[in-house]
């Protein structure tokens, strides 16, 4: 069965990190971009940046550059996005989603939601 | 940086009738990346439409995409209650703030 599945949820206090892992399976995982997407409470849809598995080539949208590291391990067809830093702004719901290069978003996770409250 | 622009940001529409959804890109953009996608309540979104006009996989043919260059629509003809949700429209890197449709 083609999916991405998500670690659950989890609660952080203000200067934290979090750490939230996607794993694929059904589908060769290595030849797709996987981008992760946070949607905060009420709000639309914004993109974070991506990962290139076979070669971890990363892009990283500018908001985050600093703060936001992804990573993959080939073995277990898993990517992880590490958020640091966190402040509340950061409370939201965050989908890992995959790609080809058209950017076609046509595989979503779960979504994982994090909390950030002191 | 693109950004991108829906309208309107909430549409009460009836059963049968046709939903016309915006999204404006503040620049030209390539229409190969604009893509749509449906977001009902506690679900991930749904692509619904890529390459500006490509549905895809299994979305009922009363979902229909057009435009180029900074105009695009989504059209939703003979709209069914299970249409009730957010739209949001994409281009690479960059979402519209979605529109949401009710059907009453």
């Known amino acids: 069965q083609v999916q991405l599945v998500q670690s659950g949820a989890e609660v952080r206090k203000p200067g934290a990190s979090v750490n939230i892992s996607c794993k694929a399976s059904g589908y060769n995982f290595i030849n797709y971009y996987m981008h992760w997407v946070r949607q905060a409470p009420g709000q639309g849809l914004e993109w974070m940046g991506l990962?290139?598995?076979?070669?971890?080539?990363?892009n990283y949208a500018q908001k985050f550059l600093g703060r936001l590291t992804m990573t993959r391990d080939t073995s277990t067809s898993t990517v992880y996005m590490q958020l640091s830093g966190l402040r509340s702004e950061d409370t939201a719901l965050y989908f890992c989603?995959?790609?080809?290069?058209?950017?076609?978003?046509?595989?979503w996770g779960q979504g994982t939601p994090v909390t950030v409250s002191s | 940086e693109i950004m991108l622009t829906q309208a309107p940001g909430t549409l009460f529409l009836s059963p049968g009738e046709r939903a016309i959804l915006s999204c404006r890109a503040s620049e030209t953009v390539s229409s190969n990346y604009l893509a749509w996608y449906q977001q009902k309540p506690g679900q991930a979104p749904r692509l619904l439409i890529y390459?500006?006009?490509s549905r895809a996989r299994g979305v009922p043919d009363r979902f229909s995409g057009s435009g180029s260059g900074t105009d695009f629509t989504l059209t939703i003809s003979r709209l069914e209650p299970e249409d009730s949700a957010v739209y949001h429209c994409?281009?690479?890197?960059?979402f519209g703030q979605g529109t949401n449709l009710e059907i009453k």
């Open positions: 990962i290139f598995p076979s070669g971890a080539n990363t």
């Open positions: 994409q281009q690479r890197y960059t």
């Open positions: 390459a500006a006009s």
């Open positions: 989603v995959s790609s080809g290069i058209d950017y076609k978003l046509d595989l």
